[in-house]
């Protein structure tokens, strides 16, 4: 048989120890992060990961950009600051997101929805039927809505932002 080599580990603490990792930071900078080996060699890890923080900027304000595009947000600028605010079509948006990923509730169970918006607050009724709809809400009558998630929470929340939580009673109701 020939002489193997016997494969040893890196002792803690010594020099070489040290490089081994400087050298794996880099190598998660060029792997993990993304980093062109060419951005590494020109600009060090420290450069290449500025331009990757910039790179994430512009793209987080063209997605800002887009969201104000399709009505969700409204940005303003006061001072030298943005500041951005949820629309209606944002807040019934968010809602809708918050409640498709509600976790489901036990097989027995359905989240129950009843209203009963006076007849002077009509468009806000409406409203209230139209984002049960879109959220998977399924109408038992014009007034009484259920679905399989844990969807409570984030409907209270809307309905506080819509200041329509006082015609609304929200149940987590066993069906028999």
Same mark, same amino acid.
Request: glycine residues 4%.
């Given at each position: 048989m020939q002489n193997e080599k016997v494969k040893r580990q890196l002792k803690t603490g010594t020099k070489i120890l040290e490089t081994f990792l400087s050298v794996a930071d880099e190598m998660h900078a060029v792997c993990v992060e993304g980093h062109h080996p060419s951005t590494i060699l020109r600009y060090g890890v420290d450069g290449a990961r500025y331009f990757s923080e910039q790179k994430e900027r512009r793209l987080e304000r063209a997605r800002l950009k887009r969201l104000e595009q399709r009505k969700f947000i409204k940005i303003r600028k006061v001072g030298d600051e943005?500041?951005? @605010? +949820?629309? *209606? !079509?944002?807040?019934v948006e968010l809602m809708k997101q918050k409640v498709m990923s509600a976790p489901m509730l036990d097989p027995d169970f359905v989240c129950m929805v009843i209203f009963d918006v006076p007849e002077s607050k009509r468009k806000l009724r409406h409203q209230i039927r139209a984002v049960l709809k879109e959220a998977g809400f399924i109408p038992i009558q014009k007034s009484v809505w259920v679905c399989p998630y844990d969807a409570g929470d %984030? +409907? @209270? !929340?809307? +309905? &506080?932002? &819509?200041?329509?939580?006082?015609?609304? @009673?929200?149940? *987590? %109701? &066993?069906e028999h």
């Open positions: 943005y500041h951005a @605010r +949820l629309t *209606d !079509e944002g807040a %984030a +409907l @209270r !929340e809307f +309905l &506080k932002i &819509k200041s329509a939580i006082q015609w609304v @009673r929200i149940y *987590d %109701a &066993k």
